[in-house]
């Protein structure tokens, strides 16, 4: 088993900026892939941001030159660094991982956390 506990959320102001963390603890040879995803209200849960192991990353459009992914992988810790925040970001945003374990590769996720940007 896997877990990912996810910090960093708040209300912040439009313009704004916030840092959000995950951390991974648990049995497991790799971690392939970290991400962050967020949905809000009514909304379906997209893609915001992903990281390999070898350091490529991957933006949703709406964030690009705004929020920057990164790792340490001594910590196993994915962060994101938000940026220049719009109400259009608020959503609750969970870390997701692709961990390479024992049986396979297997995908897990954050219990979320809220980012609110008033305007």
């Known amino acids: 088993q896997v877990q990912l506990v996810e910090s960093g959320g708040g209300l912040v102001q439009a313009g704004g900026s916030l840092r959000l963390s995950c951390a991974a603890s648990?049995?497991?040879?790799?971690?392939?892939?970290m991400g962050w995803y967020r949905q809000a209200p009514g909304k379906q849960r997209e893609l915001v941001a992903a990281?390999?192991?070898?350091?490529?990353?991957n933006y949703a459009d709406s964030v690009k030159g705004r929020f920057t992914i990164s790792r340490d992988n001594v910590k196993n810790t994915v962060y994101l660094q938000m940026n220049s925040l719009k109400p259009e970001d608020t959503a609750v945003y969970y870390c997701?991982?692709?961990?390479?374990?024992?049986?396979?590769?297997?995908?897990?996720w954050g219990q979320g956390t809220q980012v609110t940007v008033s305007s």
């Open positions: 997701n991982a692709r961990v390479t374990v024992v049986a396979g590769l297997n995908e897990y």
């Open positions: 648990g049995r497991f040879f790799s971690i392939n892939v």
């Open positions: 990281i390999t192991s070898g350091g490529s990353t």
